[in-house]
């Protein structure tokens, strides 16, 4: 097998990262970014960890701030529109996965024309108009290095997969510095959503030697400080790891691909706006309880790269504590399960049908160790809503 492993051209990672953006542009030939980012970024003077260094290297920049949770396709348009109106040779994308998301849809439309639907997978979105540069501001969707960017078709409530070359960022600058000030809910949320990400690339159709490595790595480091970066937020030691795990856990499922918690988390979101790291949180035990038996020796590394489980523990053994720890956590950080979010329980079984469809046709369920049929699709909604 040839493993084929795609990475940004250049990163950056550590402390005050993102104060090297001028010299990152220079080194990459651009001088005239639009920065692609969200109201809270712009309102709160977050957005001047990127443009006090623009200004002092004498760089013109204008913003695209209308970013918005769970990007939609009426967005990514505004957008490029923006792109297209004034004279940019690069895109900035800062905060978290929304803006990440949507300048990559941005940045691919402009090169290959049509609707953002046109390029959903299995299409393969190969294309990119300028160089892009990601900085992230939570330690949680890998966005910022993967070659993927989920929006809605506002037609249809569809939580469209783009994936392809032309959503692969230029350059990631990771700087932890900028979680600093993240809320419990935002930090517990982004963190289940990358361990998701490590352990669905690890036990993944698709994995490879390189991926198990970024995942193996990234869950150890995840597991083990998720709860100091929710309960002691201004913990530098945790958030860095966090940070760093979250990118290594989004190299990993961009070189293998994610699995059935986030073909299943998608409709979730498209349909009642539970933020994506969420919906991955309340999936994550039953599916993975679910998967288990396919992939014994898997599931059971996983407990073993968290300390979960001893090295000499049998794969048994160490799959049952994994399933403990991982409600355990959703536990600790006070995840809802959908009831509990406030989910109409009558709107949300009526679209069970139409998740399910939505969640196969994602293509993600494909590589799951145990590749469920629509009704076990639909089984597991129904074991997860209470």
Known sequence: MIAHILTPRM?????DAAKEVALVMHKLGVHRPLIVTDPFMRAS??????TDPLESAGIRWDVFADTVP??????VEAGLGRLRLGTFDCLIAFGGGSPMDTAKAMNALAALGGKMRDHKVPKAADKAAVPLICIPTTAGTGSEVTKFCVITDTETDEKMLVMGLGCLPTVALVD???TMKKPFRLTADTGIDSITHAVEAYVSKKRNPMSDVYALTAMRRLYTHIRTACFEPENEQAREQMMLGATQAGLAFS?????????????IGAFFHVPHGLSNAMLLPAVTEFSAEAALDRYADCARAMGIAPEDEGNQSAV?????????????????????YGIDEGRYMELLDTMASQAIASGSPGNNPRVPDAAEIVDLYKRVYA
Do not use: C, F, Q, W
């Not at 003077?45 to 990127?50: D, K, N, Y």
């Open 176 to 178: 932890y510095r900028l």
């Open 11 to 15: 990163m950056l990672i550590g402390g």
């Open 45 to 50: 003077g977050m957005l001047a960890h990127v």
């Open 320 to 340: 049952n504590r994994l399933l403990d720890a991982l409600r355990r956590l959703n536990e600790d950080l006070k995840v809802p399960t959908p009831k509990e």
């Open 255 to 267: 070189n293998a691909s994610v699995a059935l918690v986030h073909g299943m988390s998608r409709p």
């Open 70 to 75: 769970d990007p939609t396709t009426d967005v």
